[in-house]
């Protein structure tokens, strides 16, 4: 099999269970390896989806259908007899920006040392999800060929009580996907400029900073990119879309093959447009029926949006 | 003499005191009015900008040069006899998004009652900077003919003290330019797609929520667009910024003559340009000595920001 589109994702498959001002939630189906996955599968067609996780035998099959109908491969996705589940349970505030975590219970998640199964190591394009940085390195550390590329995320838990390791796993990938405030906590700068200077001198080739409802920017040495966020409105749960946008990402990118600037800004505006689904309904819910042309449509209206004639003398 | 694309500008003209984490300035001279007519007089070489304003006898000689040496017209700022300027001072905090305002002494601006000379009651282009709403009513209703168009500023202080006032002028004006916090505020929505529903229905035709950092946007019943704006390397001081921004925006409109949303968007782009040249410096400082190609070079900047390629099949 020709694998030179495929991705592999590793990441949490969790239960989440959320409360916005529009209503609340048992647990459902969440983590970011969840996200991503389901997001790059619609990108994807050219190549699979292999995704890398761990759950407890509290796992409904209907999740492991889920993932099955929409082509992605979870012969990598432990699940541990005797284990529970990952879970998750946040409150968001009236903004929708800020939220309270109510309960963490990592479960299975707190001993994740995931094994690459043999033919999962020459998958020439990685995504980490938010992660310990420590097992983010171990995933590349088994890879037999260099991937094409490799996108981390991580989180401001990790900036601030594993910095060392991750300053080790940063050296080894090519694409930091964060957000504007684990930008300032990584690098001690304000400036998101010139944060990003920082940053890409502690390894990743290509930064990109989610500004949630503010759009979010793709920086090289060079270069910059700007996808804006569509003005919505509602957005009804936020929970996962930073993972959707970088699934989104990931899954354009596999599916051209090509890691230049230029396919990575159509990358991030592809993100940009899986995420903006995601926070029309309750967790995965919107990303379970999506359709090539809504996808399309709703690109069109990224574009539009900033679109302007102007001539210079 | 042709007046097609003459401005008329009323607002305040003052001395502000302004400290940020960068320094701090004694009185400096400063003012809605001062930042608007300064912006739009870069853009409208087709036109001349007409000051409608109130100062005290402290105000300098060398402020009304600078305004001269801009082609401003300053016939209508009144110079009050034993008068004191409007003073404002304000400390900014080390993220420069939000400020203490430490000393406000409206002086002359307290009973700013402006008559307009003859010659200004039939101007095209009428900008009413942040004013007690009354004052801005009362300059529309002494216009002669009904001006092309008709753009308004307020803040959080007159829709939270003066609504009543201000609703009966929102009647009367095109285009209404606010923050975000402030469309929030007025509407009671907190998606902006939702407070720019509202306010649309309140009088305005359009309206640009201006966002500060993270760009502007420009309603209409029908379309959106999005200005970004540029990531900088640093914001040296904000005073003036959104101020700058709305005499960019009709310092275009009035050199085209044009009304039309494409134009408006160009205005609004402009407009972005501006203010950031203006955050680069204390105050008025990098609004005096701006060239037309530093102007270009900064709009080229804004277009290529979110310039992007995409085929759609």
């Known amino acids: ?47 699979r989806t292999h995704l890398v996780a761990v759950v407890g ?6 999740g492991l259908d889920m993932f099955d109908q929409k082509g ?11 284990g529970k589940t990952f879970f998750w349970s946040g409150k968001y505030h009236n903004d929708m920006n800020t939220r309270d975590t109510l309960v963490t219970e990592l479960n299975v998640l707190g001993e994740f040392d995931p ?47 594993t910095r060392d390791e991750l300053m080790k796993t940063l050296k080894l990938v090519d694409v930091l996907s964060i957000n504007d405030e684990e930008a300032r906590q990584l690098s001690g700068e304000y ?9 890409l001198s502690m390894g990743p080739k ?30 009804f749960d936020p929970t996962g879309a930073g993972d959707t ?31 903006s689904f995601c926070v029309e309904r309750f967790g995965i819910e919107r990303l379970e029926d999506l359709t090539k042309s809504e996808i399309t449509g709703r690109l069109r209206e990224f574009i539009d949006l900033v679109q302007i004639d102007m001539e210079f003398v």
Chains 1, 2 share one sequence.
């Open 1 to 47: 099999m020709n694998r030179q589109n495929d991705i592999l994702v590793i990441g949490s498959v969790a239960f989440d269970a959320i409360e916005t001002p529009f209503g609340k939630t048992d647990k459902i189906i969440g983590g970011a390896a969840t996200y991503i996955s389901l997001s790059a599968s619609y990108l994807n067609n050219e190549g």
């Open 57 to 62: 035998d509290d796992f409904p099959q209907e």
């Open 72 to 82: 992605i491969d979870t012969r990598g996705l432990e699940i541990k007899a005797g």
């Open 115 to 161: 094994v690459l199964p043999e033919e999962y190591r020459s998958i020439p394009f990685v995504m980490l999800g938010n992660l310990d940085p420590s097992v983010q390195r171990s995933v590349i550390e088994q890879m037999e060929t260099r991937p094409e590329l490799i996108v981390m995320d991580t989180m401001d838990f990790w900036i601030e009580n």
């Open 191 to 199: 400036s998101l400029v010139k944060a990003s200077r920082k940053i």
């Open 206 to 235: 290509v930064l990109v900073i989610k500004k949630g409802e503010h759009g979010a920017l793709l920086f090289n040495e060079r270069q910059v990119y700007f996808a804006p966020a569509l003005p919505l409105e509602d957005v």
């Open 245 to 275: 946008f970088a699934g989104g990402f990931i899954g354009h990118i596999a599916s051209t093959g090509q890691t230049s600037f230029e396919e990575m800004k159509r990358g991030i505006l592809f993100g940009s447009a899986l995420a």
